[in-house]
């Protein structure tokens, strides 16, 4: 596969509903949708919290081993002290002090995670102060063209450690909003939209996801609707490599789907389906299964990496991508075999993606099982090496998200919507509930809904309006 040519700036300014020479989330949340989201409803429901606590409070494996990683993690201790900065900068010929910002985050997560596992309100108060902290100091992220990265990381997992305190009583709701809708997410749009004024195919795979990931976790903590389908809609359909599409190009007849950037390292690679999952995770939590997109297939993209990784000998179909900036330099790269690994090296991506396809979907997955039974127990920020890159992903996934094995798994997802015929749908039926409670849903609003998806049918609106108020009422993992 060749992997040529830049961005149609028009075609994509249309597709995600931003004008012309603006940034469509750089709006204040005054001008957000008022309400609709599940809360807490990105990496983790109502239904997720419940489980973890319990499993731990009966001692049940693993989440033992999940939560002793998380409470022996430094970050994850009552009476962390924010060290908040007013200008974030990413990036050399800056002052660099992003770290900061992440270690703070993963504080702010861990000892909020840890609070509703066990309880103790003491490790809540602590993540409250430090959001509450950073949204009244910070204003901007800085740098070189990395402050996309830190926009697209940092603001994602900042939604994900706010959304588990939010209904807390000191936490500022609204200025956090404020702080996530002006700060990140602005940065993360327009990076999808321009590229740092690049050809589309400049920036490697991790780059887009790390913006879609910001974009997608900002709107659903500020409840914008508008953002949501932007996010959804660029991983069905965008330009940029970070969608489903070009981040998995080619399906191999092993059932197994190329991941573009195991041509360029594998620390990249194992980034990039991090992303892709939290992605993935983010929009099940609110109805929109994209886990199950494209006939699942973000499961054979992750089963190629997870073979990979294990040291397992893999395809690869060589592919050349465009480089340079629009309107200046020019350059070309050519990928033609798959990086060499480290079986040693990992992150804490795979529980998340493996339980998905195991247990929800009652998949085959072998080297998604193989590589999580590895990794586990998985830790977060701090179990992985000082750098950035061990706090890419916020983790502890072995506590998080193992899971029972579903007794009425949900089917695959059809292929997309804008294809199919009047009456289909393509977010999969739920494991349980009937959602008859919604039968009677205005066509209006299900079609409403249903945009935000992808979906471009009463029915399909119908079914995920369903899917969407069993997700509320906490019976849908």
């Known amino acids: 596969m060749h992997v040529t040519g830049q961005i149609s ?9 931003v004008a012309a020479g603006t940034v469509g989330i750089g709006a204040t949340t005054a001008q957000a949708a008022a309400g609709g989201f599940a809360h807490p409803g990105l990496l983790h429901t109502r239904t997720d919290l419940a489980r973890m606590a319990a499993k731990v409070k009966a001692k049940a494996a693993p989440y033992s081993a999940g939560y002793a990683k998380l409470a022996a993690n430094p970050h994850a201790q009552a009476g962390w002290t924010a060290n908040p900065q ?29 609070y509703h596992v066990s309880g103790d309100s003491a490790h809540a108060d602590t993540a409250v102060a430090i959001l509450n902290a950073w949204s009244a100091k910070l204003t901007a992220v800085a740098g070189s063209a990395d402050r996309f990265l830190a926009a697209g990381l940092y603001g994602y997992q900042f939604a994900n450690a706010a959304e588990l305190v939010r209904d807390h009583g000191d936490f500022d709701l609204a200025r956090f909003q404020e702080m996530l809708s002006k700060v990140f997410a602005p940065l993360s749009d327009d990076f999808l939209v321009h590229h740092n004024n690049a050809v589309i195919t400049n920036y490697w795979t991790n780059w887009d996801l790390c913006a879609m990931a910001c974009v997608l976790a900002t709107g659903i903590f500020c409840d914008d609707k508008a953002q949501v389908a932007r996010a959804v809609d660029y991983f069905k ?20 789907g190329e991941w573009l950037e195991a041509g360029r390292d594998q620390g990249h690679a194992l980034l990039g389906v991090g992303l ?29 990496v997870a073979k990979w990784s294990l040291g397992g000998q893999v395809d690869y179909t060589a592919n050349t991508r465009r480089k340079g900036e629009i309107g200046g330099w020019s350059g070309s790269e050519t990928a033609t075999a798959a990086a060499p690994v480290d079986p040693a090296m990992t992150r804490p991506i795979w529980a998340m993606i493996s339980n998905h396809y195991t247990k929800r979907r009652a998949l085959p997955a072998t080297y998604l099982t193989r590589i999580t039974a590895k990794s586990a127990p998985e830790g977060g ?54 959602g008859d409670d919604l039968a009677a849903t205005g066509s209006s609003d299900a079609v409403g809904w249903a945009a ?14 369903r899917r969407r108020e069993r997700v509320r009422r906490g019976s849908v993992e």
């Open 381 to 434: 920020g701090g179990d992985y090496g000082p750098n950035s890159g061990g706090y890419d992903q916020l983790g502890f996934g072995t506590l998080a998200f193992t899971r029972d094995r579903s007794t009425t798994p949900t089917t695959t997802a059809s292929p997309d919507a804008r294809t199919q015929s009047a009456g289909s749908t393509a977010v999969s039926p739920s494991p349980t509930g009937s």
């Open 86 to 114: 007013a200008t974030v900068y990413r990036g050399e010929g800056s002052p660099q002090n992003y770290a900061t910002l992440y270690n703070d985050i993963h504080a702010a997560y861990q000892n909020a995670l840890r």
């Open 9 to 17: 700036r028009r075609t994509l300014l249309k597709a995600t509903g």
């Open 237 to 256: 359909h965008g330009e940029g490599l970070g969608s489903v599409k070009n981040a998995i190009p080619v399906v191999y007849d092993d059932g197994l």
């Open 276 to 304: 892709m999952g939290t992605f993935c995770e983010m929009a099940w939590n609110q109805g929109i299964d994209l886990y199950g997109y494209d006939d699942s297939r973000f499961l054979k993209g992750a089963q190629y």
């Open 452 to 465: 935000a998806a992808g979906i471009t049918t009463v029915a399909g609106g119908l079914l995920l309006l």
